[in-house]
């Protein structure tokens, strides 16, 4: 299973944080230096007076500027002054002592809470004197930052992250639910529940493929379910005959001056017939429940087919079989058990239906990777919208002279299922002549 959900989940991790973290931290930066400003009208304030000052000491005039520190004292409470090149500090009053004129602001820098006694420095444009004057109280920002630190930092990530986990456990739910309602639905008896119509075609992650895999288990089981139950119909379809022709003899046999001895052939052929079918519809069943058969060895297939031909002749004494394929035909690794049982269900069929007068080809061409084994006849053959139909369970084309000769149609069946279970093929095809050719592809 492939960790493709893994990365997922931990790239849109990382990258959420980082967005989320990064963003806010530049949001937080932002406003606290916003908020922690003096106002515009303030700063105007301040310069207003700067300026003044500096007018003053362009002129030279050192008491007209006393006389504004006075004024600044007397409208916003707080000490003022000019500082000369030479640092000398022109006031109307004394630097108080809880002031320090080595740590000045810029108008223009923020101010945080936790800051007093605030200095700021105003430079003069013509000369290197400045004003600097005390912060008055009702200049300080009054903003809780740390409030907005935290609202910024510890609740608005919190609620992103709380919707972020929303957004992916939807995620991971919506396949999840669709497999829960999927199991229940099977559970229940609807076998065409499927989940992966209900997943977007476009996540292909180790949910999807767990969905993948619940609905191949969901087609094997209907499958089977499904073959089952129609050959269970079939198979009750067809002992119905059987029972029905021994039933009667029975009845026949309790009459008086009946001789049952007349009617025990006709009850053996019945109960053999009957056998036969059982064993073979649970081996159809078999099969379809265990696709794989375990394979025996190392064989020769010209072998095989000679003594199946052998066999075939002396049962088929009237028949001939013309045997076209090389002496060397080597198998690896396939079930000599399985293909035996399928070329001579074939050739059986071939020499029961072909005209006594026409001969039964088994020709065998070598290819790449397998072996094409062709069993030819000339007789009437199958319609071509037959050839497909007669691989089914209990299907046959002429169905009175099937059970005349003893068949029930599950032979091709049998050979189906056994050639898929060792990884080959089996199909049907007319002749030029009109016959049936009966192909068998099988791996080397």
Wanted: charged share 20%.
């Amino acid at each position: 299973m492939s960790r493709r959900l893994f990365w997922k989940l931990n790239f849109s991790f990382l990258a959420v944080s980082l967005i989320v973290f990064s963003s806010l931290h530049y949001v937080s930066s932002v406003l606290t230096v916003s908020m922690t400003e003096i106002s515009n009208d303030n700063q105007q304030l301040l310069l207003s007076y700067a300026e003044r000052a500096e007018a003053l000491h362009n002129q030279g005039d050192s008491a007209a500027i006393v006389a504004l520190t006075q004024e600044v004292r007397d409208e916003l409470d707080v000490w003022s002054a000019v500082v000369s090149p030479d640092n000398r500090i022109i006031s109307g009053k004394a630097l108080p002592g809880h002031l320090n004129l080595g740590f000045q602001r810029y108008v223009y820098w923020p101010i945080h809470h936790f800051m007093k006694d605030v200095v700021i420095g105003l430079d003069f444009t013509e000369s290197n004197a400045s004003f600097v004057i005390e912060l008055p109280s009702f200049m300080y920002p009054n903003v809780n930052t740390a409030l907005i630190h935290n609202l910024l930092t510890i609740v608005i990530p919190s609620l992103m992250l709380m919707l972020f986990c929303w957004i992916v456990y939807r995620y991971l739910m919506r396949p999840l639910e669709a497999l829960n309602k999927g199991t229940v639905k099977l559970s229940e008896g609807d076998l065409s529940a499927r989940v992966l119509p209900e997943i977007s075609a476009n996540r292909k992650d180790e949910l999807t493929q767990v969905a993948a895999s619940f609905d191949s288990m969901a087609d094997r089981i209907e499958r089977l379910v499904t073959s089952q139950r129609q050959l269970l119909g079939d198979l009750s379809h067809e002992l119905r005959t059987p029972l029905t022709r021994i039933g009667l003899a029975i009845d026949i046999c309790k009459q008086d001056g009946e001789d049952t001895k007349n009617f025990l052939p006709r009850l053996e052929r019945e109960v053999g017939q009957m056998h036969g079918l059982v064993e073979d519809a649970l081996t159809l069943a078999w099969l379809e429940s265990e696709p794989v058969l375990e394979q025996e060895g190392d064989f020769n297939l010209a072998t095989l087919l000679n003594l199946i031909s052998e066999d075939a002749e002396f049962e088929y004494p009237g028949r001939s079989i013309h045997r076209d394929y090389p002496a060397d035909l080597y198998l690896s690794g396939s079930s000599q058990q399985v293909l035996s049982q399928c070329i001579e269900n074939v050739l059986r069929n071939a020499l029961k239906y072909a005209p006594a007068d026409e001969s039964v080809e088994i020709s065998c061409l070598i290819q790449q990777e397998s072996y094409l084994l062709i069993i030819s006849d000339r007789g009437t053959g199958v319609p071509e919208d037959c050839l497909e139909k007669i691989f089914e369970p209990f299907y046959r084309t002429d169905k009175a002279r099937s059970r005349e000769q003893g068949g029930f149609g599950l032979g091709l069946a049998l050979c189906k299922r056994q050639m898929t279970a060792i990884g080959g093929k089996i199909w049907a095809e007319v002749n030029n002549n009109g016959g049936l050719s009966i192909k068998f592809l099988i791996p080397k």
